[in-house]
């Protein structure tokens, strides 16, 4: 399929995590159109599995939805920044959990029609407790899961967070390898 040309860049908005374009483009049939997209440096989140088959959650509020969302703990990537090292900065300022090891399930495009966000997702393990270290503005509160009971939450629907539901049902895929 031949892509498609910008013709001309249309910056919207630029805010500290996002920013919003209305661009000109030539179809791949030759037409002039338009696309409104966001530009995203992506984000990366951690399933974390202590010994007994628990995994570390995080129950926080989310504006957008105006609701508490149960989720991995996750985060956003600073540009250039690496998402190994985001992962494990994330997994121990939301859970005060350091990872002796980790493995990387793969990355996902949450929402590819209007945004260019790639989320990386990594499987932790060997667990240390650290203590937690969140950031001035979150408020979050961390709660531990049996993981089949994860997979069991994802398909009733009570799990409607897509970076969970994705990297959860990953690591169910390969432990039944």
Known sequence: MKPEKTIKENLCFKGKILT???DEILT?????ATREYIRHNGGVCV????????????????????EEVLELPAGKLELGEDPLKAGMRELEEETGMRAGKIEFLGQFYPTPGYTNEIIYMYKATELTAVGQNLDEDEFLSVEKYDIQKLGEMILSGEIKDGKTI???LKVLAGDKK
């Open 47 to 66: 399933v974390a599995i202590n010994a007994e088959n628990e995994v570390y959650m995080v129950r926080q509020y989310r504006y957008p939805y105006r």
């Open 28 to 32: 791949a049939g030759g037409n002039k």
């Open 20 to 22: 919003v374009f209305n």
């Open 166 to 168: 994705a990297a959860v």
